[in-house]
């Protein structure tokens, strides 16, 4: 074996541009947060084929001194960091110095900048790991540029390893794309190949900022997100979520940021995935952009050389936070008279088409209507509701009947399958048995949160052997464990026994659940993998309960059922993640017959 040497720095400056720079996309991630940590207001990223040929990105920040300028292309240079404390509480989006050292080795790099606004400037230029910095008097406004050319021309192995133009290109437009959500008051010029593709001005009001979430996100986004404003225990989560029916199949519109910083990471995913659990069809993702500001030294940013990854100092405080807010949130997403798009100011509502003491066709074709249904029909109803239709929703059929609901009122019944409903935007169609099932799913949870866990003693208790660490685990969290139903001993170093599980859990699930409650506390600090079997359980139930298809429903039987779903949680998605509802706005319907053309 050969001996041990110090490696020379233009070698070690190659090394760690295999940790930096992984393709042009990992360029312009670098040079546009060192842009964004100077103070630019506004960026021009010039990109041809795809970044290989070319990256040119010019700010209006502060600039570098001619002092400076060599001093920046040196690895572990930085104006971000002077002492050890400063790492504890990070602040900015570069700090490690090795950005621009990493690039300088693998490209022909020039950068120009200049502090004032006199015009005059200086560029400092360097060509991959074997030529020193070329400092030359230039002609620059205020800000920087800098150009990285033929990346990867004196590594021929990492440049063999580069997609076609296209398929670069499109991971460095999604790394603007990240960069843009972040910094909504700075405006983005992005042109490849000579032309402009984005052109993103800056967002200084809430409307603004709409806007250019559909620029990046796309309208249909807009049209389908809820904001959100959380601040709790020193935490403030903020953003949008998607609607539960604007799914995707692909994770590929899901944007969280911590302290302004694009991250993935796994206590947030998991708290994003549990909140949409129960509204959410299978192999579905949900879609949301999300802001999380923190305390700068409750979180590590410098645990990934990419900065992608974070480590929160208390993270089940971050997780039940993300996971409860975000819970609330789409729990609260129910029939609302709102505008068809986020876009458009919201409007008066219009007068009622048909208020409730109008008379309205039945499916026979004769008139039957009245503010509340009769006594027969509430009892005929409440056979089909489990458990009965409440008091408080007869009531507000009558008390409300001045404002018009955001559902409307029932027309007649499709095929024995659908309600037709007239509001005050149009037409409004229900799968009766998707939102029926809802209803009863919503209302079983309640009634079983209601008593909380009920815990059942085994007669012969279970054990189980686990490694020394789960068992610990389990000894030490004894007490939790009995809030979730589970009544755990540790009776050896490797050996747990079970004598107790929630009463509505099987007992052959009793040694899984328990391995997945343990791994859940040991990610996260905690878990609700009891309370979503016991859901699952509730919602093959409520499936077996709603009333099914083929059933015909009086016209009152279906504006009660359409009351209900204007109070009830989730009411939007049946307990299997479809739709139970929809809407054609008369706009829609006169486009669709070709009206007005």
């Known amino acids: 074996m050969a001996r041990i040497q110090l490696l020379d720095a233009q070698l070690s400056n190659q090394i760690a541009a295999g940790e930096v720079?992984?393709?042009?996309?990992?360029?312009?991630?670098?040079?546009?947060?060192?842009?964004?940590?100077?103070?630019?207001?506004?960026?021009?990223?010039?990109?041809?084929?795809?970044?290989?040929?070319?990256?040119?990105?010019?700010?209006?920040?502060?600039?570098?001194?001619?002092?400076?300028?060599?001093?920046?292309?040196?690895?572990?240079?930085?104006?971000?960091i002077h002492h050890a404390d400063d790492l504890e509480a990070v602040a900015t989006l570069g700090f490690r110095g090795e950005a621009l050292a990493s690039i300088a080795s693998v490209s022909r790099l020039t950068m120009t900048s200049s502090t004032d606004d006199s015009g005059l400037a200086w560029s400092v230029r360097s060509e991959g790991r074997d030529m020193s910095p070329v400092l030359a008097p230039a002609r620059h406004p205020r800000g920087t540029t800098l150009e990285v050319r033929d990346l990867f021309f004196n590594t021929p192995a990492r440049r063999k390893f580069l997609r076609t133009e296209k398929t670069e290109f499109a991971h460095l437009e999604e790394v603007v794309r990240r960069l843009a959500l972040t910094v909504p008051h700075v405006a983005f010029t992005l042109s490849h190949n000579g032309r402009v593709l984005w052109q993103l001005k800056p967002a200084r009001d809430e409307q603004e900022m709409l806007r250019r979430l559909s620029q990046v996100c796309g309208p249909a986004f807009v049209d389908a997100a809820q904001p959100l404003s959380v601040q709790v225990a020193g935490v403030e989560l903020q953003g949008w979520l998607g609607l539960p029916t604007f799914s995707r199949s692909q994770a590929d519109l899901q944007y969280f940021f911590v302290n302004g910083r694009m991250v993935k990471d796994k206590v947030v995913s998991h708290a994003v995935r549990q909140a949409y659990a129960d509204v959410l069809y299978h192999g579905r993702h949900p879609a949301y952009v999300l802001f999380l500001s923190v305390d700068p030294a409750s979180v590590d940013v410098n645990v990934h050389p990419t900065k992608h990854e974070v480590r929160f100092r208390d993270q089940r405080l971050v997780h039940d936070v993300i996971f409860r807010s975000l819970h609330r949130a789409l729990a609260d997403m129910r029939p609302q008279p709102a505008p068809t798009s986020l876009t458009e100011p919201l409007q008066e509502s219009a007068p009622s088409m048909l208020p409730p003491t109008s008379p309205m066709p039945t499916q026979q074709g004769g008139l039957q209507w009245a503010a509340t249904p009769p006594a027969q029909t509430q009892e005929q109803w409440a056979a089909y509701i489990t458990p009965p239709m409440s008091e408080p929703i007869q009531a507000q059929v009558a008390e409300n009947a001045s404002a018009p609901p955001p559902l409307g009122y029932a027309l007649?019944?499709?095929?024995?399958?659908?309600?037709?409903?007239?509001?005050?935007?149009?037409?409004?169609?229900?799968?009766?048995?998707?939102?029926?099932?809802?209803?009863?799913?919503?209302?079983?949870?309640?009634?079983?949160?209601?008593?909380?866990?009920?815990?059942?003693?085994?007669?012969?208790?279970?054990?189980?052997?686990?490694?020394?660490?789960?068992?610990?685990?389990?000894?030490?969290?004894?007490?939790?464990?009995?809030?979730?139903?589970?009544?755990?001993?540790?009776?050896?170093?490797?050996?747990?026994?079970?004598?107790?599980?929630?009463?509505?859990l099987p007992q052959r699930q009793a040694e899984g659940l328990l391995r997945d409650v343990l791994a859940d506390v040991l990610a996260q600090g905690s878990t609700r993998r009891i309370q979503e079997l016991a859901n699952t359980l509730l919602a093959t139930m409520a499936c077996h309960g709603a009333v099914r298809a083929n059933r015909q429903l009086s016209i009152a039987e279906m504006n009660a059922l359409l009351r209900d779903m204007e109070v009830t949680e989730r009411s939007g998605q049946c307990n299997h993640g479809r739709p139970t509802w929809t809407r054609l706005t008369m706009a829609d319907l006169d486009r669709l017959f070709l009206r007005g053309r």
């Open 412 to 504: 007649a019944q499709l095929h024995g399958v659908y309600i037709l409903a007239q509001n005050t935007e149009g037409l409004v169609l229900v799968d009766m048995h998707a939102a029926h099932e809802r209803i009863v799913y919503e209302r079983l949870k309640q009634a079983h949160e209601g008593q909380g866990i009920v815990r059942q003693p085994l007669l012969v208790p279970i054990s189980m052997a686990v490694s020394e660490r789960e068992a610990a685990l389990a000894e030490s969290s004894r007490d939790m464990l009995m809030e979730l139903g589970l009544e755990v001993d540790r009776v050896g170093p490797e050996t747990l026994l079970i004598r107790g599980l929630p009463s509505l």
């Open 21 to 80: 720079v992984e393709r042009p996309a990992s360029v312009v991630k670098e040079l546009v947060e060192n842009s964004l940590d100077a103070g630019a207001r506004s960026l021009d990223i010039q990109i041809e084929q795809g970044g290989i040929a070319l990256i040119r990105i010019r700010d209006d920040g502060e600039g570098v001194t001619k002092d400076d300028l060599a001093l920046a292309l040196a690895r572990h240079a930085t104006s971000k």
